[in-house]
């Protein structure tokens, strides 16, 4: 069993930066993959970034590549995303989510575990 929590949203003006942690328990943490998806209001859950349980390799969508940066330590139990040039509608619930597996993945449907979101708000 693995519970993940989130943390490091909040409120941010257009253009600014956050870096949002997920800490994980469990002792096998360095065996899952992890990822990082989004839901705002109205608007199904997206894939937003992956790592593989070594951080050796990372995925992200096109809309958020050279923005967001995936990052993982497993001796802290902890997978990061950091987001740079924060625009609005990057304003939704973000969620850290944990693969029974090292490979990553990008449907939420090969997730086995989330967390409870933490909320990110941009603003114009």
């Known amino acids: 069993q693995v519970q993940l929590v989130e943390s490091g949203g909040g409120l941010v003006q257009a253009g600014g930066s956050l870096r949002l942690s997920c800490i994980a328990s469990?002792?096998?943490?360095?065996?899952?993959?992890m990822g990082w998806f989004r839901q705002a209001p109205g608007k199904e859950r997206e894939f937003i970034a992956a790592i593989t349980w070594s951080g050796g390799d990372s995925y992200s969508p096109d809309f958020v590549k050279g923005r967001f940066t995936i990052s993982r330590d497993n001796a802290k139990n902890t997978v990061y995303l950091q987001m740079n040039s924060l625009k609005p509608e990057d304003t939704a619930v973000y969620y850290c989510a944990a693969v029974r597996g090292p490979i990553a993945r990008m449907d939420l449907r090969d997730y086995d575990y989330w967390g409870q979101g933490t909320q990110v708000t941009v603003s114009s």
């Open positions: 469990g002792r096998s943490f360095y065996m899952n993959a």
